[in-house]
Each structure stands twice: as structure tokens, then as C-alpha cells.
């Protein structure tokens, strides 16, 4: 995906949409639980949640490894927490603690170095509130104490004491949900108001169905205050900012693999905008494919105001007759596109090697970093991106990497 990927955990039925030194191995392959210990003061850097396939069990099996830094070195899953059911790891850059929320529990871990080892802090458990599944989650701080976890399969938020590890409230938000399809949210962005942004969207993997519905949301952690407008087309996942402070939300690579395999299936890939310093969207939208002349979506921010959109190479990649959303989605045949947000028809195509249609990125506050996955998703390199391309290769993390939390600065 914080990451995105963009369709969910891609153990799902490849799951939905994407999303060095490192800590010494965790006895018996499990931490212990102390919650009353003083964490260390320094450790590794980066803790990122990857998904590997496991050919013995035919499954995607979650990790969180750790690494001192985004441009070399190699996670290491010797090294790495498992997570059987898959997880993603979340966190307050530099506090020295993670929140890891792990599906087969249907919890949340609170994790940090205790001489040097991995240690479980505390947990809290969800099910109580009704969390049956946790899929596309997402947990936003108000400060490293205090957080909220986005929930949609139940529709709900749940507010979390992450220094106690209990639960606060709980706050319905079932008017968000489709009401055919599974709903979703991917990372959530901070505005200048120090509020927090993202959309909503709907799939169905298997029958290869997109919602024409998103909503477009934005959430105050100080308050726990959630608006949200209906955006004017659907497929929306992903937020980005413009040098000029409007905001412009867009579709996904599913999307766009979808829409051109059958147009009644999902709607047409698109961009909207909301103005600077305003919470209602422009009511029109611009279509991403007229951007680049191809099926187009996704986004990876790298500065300025510019991001990287991905368009799909027909030509290289023919289509069949049973080629599916999920196949176009997971193939290396996605050219970049830099587009600059308050002048997108100036798109430019940039000489960049094809990608698949998952993203994940991140920023370390200085550089933005792209995922390079391989076909089989056995592996990816993390990849510096610039205005003119790929910068040099960076950190390579098994499997396909999810979300990442900066543990410790520099």
C-alpha cells in the first residue's frame, strides 16, 4: 500500500490492493510480553509489515522485519516477527514503539526493543467490539498514547488507550459501506490543518466488480471527528496534496484494469480535486486515462506537488479473452507517468522500467521511495523516486511490503 498496496492484503485472493541491520531473532520465534519495560533509547530505523507466499502451505504468510535504512541492506524474515495470518505494522515516527495489527487474532501488539530483543509491550483485543476480520485497516495517532483504528468490515472506529492497551469507544460508521460490495480505505494523508485524508472504495476481487461510489473523508485525531462527502466518482484510494494546497484523490491500477476489460464493471478511472482550505470536492473530475492515452492509476508522491501515476502497456501485454482485473494488476507492464497536480495535462512520461499495478510507497521526510516488485511477488527493491526517475535501488524486503513505521530517528 502505508502504504497501499491498493487492493488489500494479497492474501485475500492475492489480497486487494497493495501495501541491513536489524533486530537480533526472537526466541522460539515469539516475543514475551513485559509491560513495564523501558525501551530502548536507540535501534533499528524501519520497521516495515511484508506478505510472502509460502509454497508449502499455498498461503501469504505476514512479516514484520526491521532495517536501518531505506537506501541498502536486506530484511531479513530470520530476523523478522511472523505474522501466520498476515498484519500490518503501524506507529509514531521516532517514539521507539510499533502497533502491529495482527489478522488471525483480530488484535493489536504493542511492540518496542528491550536490550535489544524484540519485546511485546501489551495487546488489545477486538473482538469484543465485534472485529471479526481485520483487512485494510488503518490506525492514525493523536500522539503515541492515543489512536484510532479504521475498521470497515465492521464499520467502525474504534478509539484505543495504546498506553494502557484498552479500548475506549467505539463510533459506527456503517454509512460509509457499500451496500453490494466489500468497502475500503487506504493510508490516510495529513493536511495542513493537521487533519487527515483519504476515500473510501468497494470491490469485489473475485467477480471483478468496482463500486461506483466513494466517499471522500476527513478525520480530526484531536477530536475524533470524522467528515465526509460523497465524492463525484467511485473508485477512489488514493490522497495527494498539490504545491498549491488543493487536494486530488485517485483511482486505483485495479480500476483501471477493470474499467478496460468491461466499463460496466467498474467506473472510469479518475482524479478529483478539492480546493485549498475547503472540505467539498470540485463536481468535476478529470479522467486519468486522457492523461496518459492508456488505462491509468495509482499514485506515488515524490514532492513538490508532483507524483507518479501508473498507465498500463497494452500493446507489450495483450489482452484475452480471460485475462482478469486481478492478472492486469499483478503484471509488470505499468509505465510512470510524472504529473504535476495544479497542471495534470503536462503529464510526462518518464523512462522508468514497467512496475506492477500494486503500489506501496514512503517517505523518510527527505527522499520518496517506490516499490520495484518482481512478477511472483517472491520479492521487492525499494526504490528512490526523483522527478526524473528511479533513483538507485534501496532496501530489498521479501515478498510485498504493506506498511512501515519509522521506529527511531537518525
Known sequence: ????????????????????????????????????????????????????FSTQSYEFIGYVGFAESLERGEVLLSEALELPGGGQVWGVPGSGVIFVTEHETQSVGKFGFVD???????????????????????LVFDGPDHGYLFDLISGQIVELDLEAMEIRSTTDIGDLLDADLSTFIYTFQER?????????????????????????????????????????CGGLTFAAESASGDWFYLSNPFVAGVHLLDSSRAPEPCMVRMPAGSDQPDSQ??????????????????????????????????????????????????????????????????????????????????????????????????????????????????????????????
Open 192 to 232: 495542513a490543518d493537521g487533519r487527515l485524508t483519504t476515500a473510501t472504495y468497494a470491490v469485489d476481487l473475485a467477480e471483478d466488480l468496482v463500486s461506483d461510489t466513494s466517499w471522500i473523508l476527513v478525520f480530526d485525531p484531536a477530536t475524533g471527528t470524522l467528515d465526509r462527502v460523497a465524492a463525484p
Open 1 to 52: 500500500m502505508q502504504a497501499d498496496w491498493t487492493i488489500h492484503s494479497v492474501a485475500t485472493g492475492l489480497c486487494l490492493l497493495f501495501v541491513g541491520a536489524c533486530a537480533g531473532p526472537l526466541p522460539d520465534g515469539n516475543p514475551t510480553t513485559t509491560p513495564d519495560a523501558v525501551v530502548d533509547e536507540t535501534g533499528p530505523r524501519f520497521a516495515i509489515a511484508t506478505s510472502v
Open 285 to 410: 473530475t478529470l479522467a486519468l486515462n486522457e492523461l496518459t492515452g492508456a488505462p491509468s492509476g495509482g499514485m506515488v508522491p515524490i514532492g513538490d506537488g508532483q507524483v507518479y501515476v501508473r498507465s498500463l502497456d497494452t500493446e507489450t501485454y495483450p489482452i484475452a479473452d480471460t485475462t482478469t482485473g486481478l492478472e492486469l494488476y499483478t503484471i509488470p507492464a505499468w509505465r510512470t507517468w510524472r504529473v504535476d497536480l495544479d497542471n495534470p495535462t503536462s503529464a510526462v512520461l518518464l523512462d522508468v522500467p514497467p512496475r506492477i499495478g500494486g503500489v506501496f510507497f514512503h517517505t523518510d521526510g527527505e527522499s520518496f521511495y517506490e516499490n520495484d516488485t518482481v512478477a511472483d511477488l517472491s520479492s521487492s527493491t525499494l526504490v528512490k523516486a526523483t522527478t526524473d526517475g528511479d533513483g538507485p535501488p534501496g532496501l530489498v524486503v521479501p515478498g510485498a511490503p504493506f506498511t512501515l513505521a519509522e521506529m527511531y530517528k537518525p
Open 116 to 138: 535489544g530483543e524484540l519485546t511485546e509491550l501489551g495487546r488489545v483485543g477486538l473482538s469484543g467490539v465485534g472485529v471479526t476480520v481485520l483487512l485494510e485497516e488503518q
